[in-house]
């Protein structure tokens, strides 16, 4: 009888399993919506729409590119001055001209631009990327949105100096101080962090919320630790949608959906919908804006744009 007891419960074991997992949604393989084909665009980290200007979206590189944006349409194509094009071209070669560059950022640097952001003011470019742990000159740069259709280049207004509250090492113990995700909400920065092991330096679960309560440009700005995840898996962008209700938050291997916290803003506490992603077709995902209130767009650094519709991923 024990051992038919034991069967029993192996068995109901290996039943709840397969309840489980017969639960869980299958990876989704969004397909490629655009590809953007500009050779210095060369390893999108970050993009965001513009609220002012229709299918505009800012995007920049990664680390060991120089201090730069681009205006790209959700097609992939850039957005160049109007008058420039006497001179540069967007996709298509054409003789005697050059390609188009982006648009300079005067007076920053790019050591490891992760994400960008935007409000009414301002765009908001995180220097936040800091995969060992060890850096000490992490910083927010605060930067005019020009017409791209316009203007040549832009400028800081502002680098605001960033600090963890609890990194207690240089590098920690725990390596839990690399963020690429970066967002406004309530006219505060938020920013989201990913983890990794301390021995291994290989990623694990876990992100922590961060908001930018100050911003001194000549001292450290402390960040407010405001809430946690345990179960992301290396977060690699994040944006709040147009009407405030809908967190959307980027990892390689999942897409989650945050709604809006009844008070406050514990993100990361509310009621949420994680949707797995296939890394086959998505690849390295590395940024993701909303479009409008039920429309995404992601990106991965081979600079494939890929559109999501809200509604029919809550069909699925």
């Known amino acids: 009888m024990l051992m038919n007891f034991r069967t029993a419960l192996v068995l109901l074991a290996f039943g709840c399993i397969s309840l489980v997992q017969a ?10 919506y655009a590809h953007v084909d500009a050779e210095p665009i060369s390893e999108m980290s970050g993009i965001v729409k513009s609220p002012g200007r229709d299918n505009v979206f800012w ?25 420039s094009r006497f001179s540069f071209y967007g996709e298509v070669p054409e003789d005697g001209k050059e390609e188009w560059q982006g648009f300079p950022v005067l007076d920053a640097k790019n050591v490891d631009w992760e994400d960008i952001a935007v409000d009414e003011n301002y765009l908001y470019l995180a220097d936040m990327g800091n995969n060992a742990n060890r850096r000490r000159d992490l910083a927010i740069y605060l930067v ?7 203007s040549t280049r832009t400028a800081v207004i502002q680098r605001l100096p960033i600090v963890y509250p609890d990194q207690d090492g240089f590098p920690p113990e725990k ?24 021995v291994l330096e290989t990623a694990e679960a876990g992100a922590k919320l961060y908001r930018l309560d100050t911003q001194f440009p000549d001292k450290d700005n402390v960040l407010t630790l405001v809430d946690s995840h345990a179960d992301i898996m290396s977060a690699t962008g994040a944006d709040v949608s147009p009407d405030g209700q809908t967190l959307a938050v980027l990892s390689y291997s999942a897409l989650w959906f945050f709604a809006r916290p009844a008070t406050g803003d514990l993100w990361l506490s509310a009621p949420a919908e994680q949707i797995p992603l296939d890394r086959g077709a998505t690849r390295q995902a590395e940024a993701i804006t909303w479009v409008d209130n039920e429309t995404l767009l992601i990106t991965n650094e081979g600079g ?6 809200r509604k029919q991923l809550k069909s699925r």
């Open 59 to 83: 995007v920049h590189n990664d680390s060991g590119d120089s201090a730069r944006i681009f205006a790209i349409n959700a097609e992939g194509q850039n957005i160049i001055p109007t008058y």
């Open 23 to 32: 639960q869980l949604p299958e990876p989704l393989r969004p397909p490629v």
């Open 144 to 150: 005019s949105e020009i017409d791209p259709t316009a």
């Open 304 to 309: 494939d744009i890929f559109r999501l519709d």
């Open 175 to 198: 390596r839990h101080f690399d963020s690429e995700s970066l967002f406004t909400f309530a006219g505060k920065l938020y920013l989201i962090t990913k983890h990794r092991s301390s």
